[in-house]
């Protein structure tokens, strides 16, 4: 018996057990990378067992190289397929930067082409990741990339890059009985558009499982990825949650002859929008290929996911959407809060003093339009910061989404948000926003869009639908706000 598969585009066939291989990072082996023969040997008895579809990152140490010495290694014209992410920081993405980080991805592994290549940004109030995608594009054309996918994208983003002609197949992110954040506004997008979820964290790094059950809550985990999936945990309520929800899953994993493992695993692919989910391996240690292979003999019938519903209600929902756990609180990630990593990052705009008014700047964004008409992106006086009237403008005068009134909301706000914080504001410090609609037919798509975006902290707001913009947009949006001492200078 082999792992049932799914095709994720057409001709792009997966196992719908993907072998993760984020336990080959350094940083899970106390700094010590595997020696790439042994562990290409490794990979190839997974792959001759079905489980050939491999998933890595640019960051997790020597997988591409490993895999790429199994994929040397490969007698069969049929090769496994090699998942990869790029993760760059943010700032410009020109052509020649993102054909050399896709390049860097194909050299480590030893092909000309990348099966699927999954792109992550960091923070979306830097524009450029749309550059990126839009050049990842061309690449594929070229052939470089065989299918381009997402990593750690919540709905509204999913939805602008796909709105923005991206043609993306998957969006990776967090998926458990414990975050069950891709259940939701996602799954609607991924409906929306046909795009499928490739699916990690299902075991919660192990939490979900017999081995936990009626066990009590460790003082201290070891590696990376318990460290972050006991933040999950926590932020759905604590320890006594998971043994609800362990219990439940425990009497059903009973009634069918299977592990706890295996129940919260088949919940996450009995989901239509999920192509796949990611099981880590631990290359040359415990592999657990049998056991996972029980996920394709029986399914949860209506009584099953009673139990489990009945448990999630003892839960409290994971903050925010898919992804927000790496870009604001609470930052459920393994190495804890991310604030300064991400404030050292380069911004898309920066502050302007105004030699001749103390305590006031500028920025400007690079519209066309804002030296001809005299006018900044946003000015801070004092405590006080104004945005002027801000569309779907990207760089000098390419409008982003065309005809989507929602997506070019989302980016929008993010422009907004971007200039507010150059100013040494925060976003939580908009206390007004008008939005200017073109039609009737925008007005629920922008609604929804800035409810998304302000479902903590919402603004006053008047909404106007005015008839007419100038050019091709949908929506214009225009913010004011109070910088807070507590967050000001």
Same mark, same amino acid.
């Given at each position: 018996m082999q792992p049932d598969r799914k095709d994720l585009a057409p001709g792009l066939s997966i196992s719908r057990i993907l072998t993760g291989l984020w336990q080959v990072a350094d940083q899970e082996r106390d700094g010590k990378q595997m020696d790439p023969v042994a562990g290409a040997a490794s990979l190839t008895d997974y792959a001759n067992a079905g489980f050939d579809t491999f998933d890595m990152a640019d960051h997790y140490g020597s997988a591409e190289l490993i895999t790429g010495e199994m994929l040397r290694r490969w007698k069969s014209e049929t090769r496994p397929k090699a998942f990869t992410k790029w993760c760059p920081e943010p700032g410009p993405m020109t052509p020649d930067i993102v054909r050399a980080g896709v390049q860097d991805r194909l050299d480590r592994l030893g092909v000309e082409r990348v099966d699927l290549l999954q792109f992550h940004w960091w923070s979306f109030e830097h524009p450029a990741w749309l550059d990126a995608l839009h050049e990842m594009t061309k690449l594929r054309a070229e052939g470089l990339i065989g299918e381009i996918g997402v990593t750690n994208f919540d709905a509204a983003h999913l939805d602008l890059a796909l709105a923005d002609g991206i043609p993306l197949v998957s969006n990776q992110v967090s998926f458990s009985l414990i975050d069950r954040r891709a259940a939701g506004r996602l799954a609607d997008t991924c409906r929306k558009h046909d795009v499928q979820l490739l699916a990690y964290g299902t075991l919660c790094g192990g939490f979900l499982s017999d081995r936990w059950l009626g066990k009590a809550e460790p003082d201290a985990v070891a590696d990376w990825s318990r460290s972050k999936y006991l933040r999950f945990i926590k932020a759905a309520g604590g320890w006594d949650v998971l043994q609800t929800i362990l219990r439940a899953a425990g009497g059903i994993a009973r009634k069918h002859g299977v592990s706890i493992s295996n129940v919260a695993t088949r919940w996450v692919l009995e989901h239509a929008h999920v192509a796949g989910v990611i099981v880590g391996a631990r290359l040359g240690e415990n592999q657990h290929r049998d056991d996972n292979l029980k996920l394709f003999q029986f399914e949860l019938d209506a009584d099953d996911h009673a139990m489990l519903d009945r448990a999630f209600a003892t839960a409290s929902p994971i903050p925010g959407d898919c992804g927000d756990e790496y870009r604001e609180p609470p930052f459920l990630t393994a190495s804890g809060d991310l604030s300064h990593h991400l404030a050292s990052m380069p911004t898309a705009m920066e502050a302007v003093d105004d030699p001749e008014v103390p305590g006031r700047a500028r920025v400007? &964004?690079? &519209?066309?339009?804002? !030296? $001809?008409?005299?006018?900044?992106? /946003? =000015?801070?006086?004092? @405590?006080? $910061?104004?945005? &002027? +009237?801000?569309?779907?403008?990207? +760089?000098? @005068?390419?409008?982003?989404? =065309?005809?989507?009134?929602? /997506?070019?909301?989302?980016? $929008?706000?993010? %422009?907004?948000?971007? &200039?507010?914080?150059? =100013? +040494?504001?925060? !976003? %939580? @410090?908009? =206390?007004?926003t008008r939005m200017y609609l073109r039609g009737d037919e925008d007005v629920e798509a922008a609604a929804r869009a800035h409810g998304f975006r302000f479902t903590t902290n919402p603004p006053a707001n008047t909404t106007f639908l005015v008839g007419n913009l100038i050019g091709d947009f949908r929506v214009e949006i225009e913010a004011e706000a109070t910088v807070r001492p507590s967050r000001g200078e």
């Open positions: 400007f &964004s690079g &519209s066309l339009w804002e !030296p $001809i008409a005299g006018y900044c992106r /946003a =000015l801070r006086d004092g @405590d006080r $910061i104004v945005v &002027s +009237g801000t569309t779907a403008t990207h +760089g000098v @005068d390419r409008t982003v989404a =065309l005809d989507d009134a929602g /997506a070019q909301t989302t980016y $929008i706000l993010d %422009k907004i948000a971007a &200039s507010v914080r150059a =100013l +040494g504001g925060d !976003p %939580k @410090d908009i =206390l007004r």
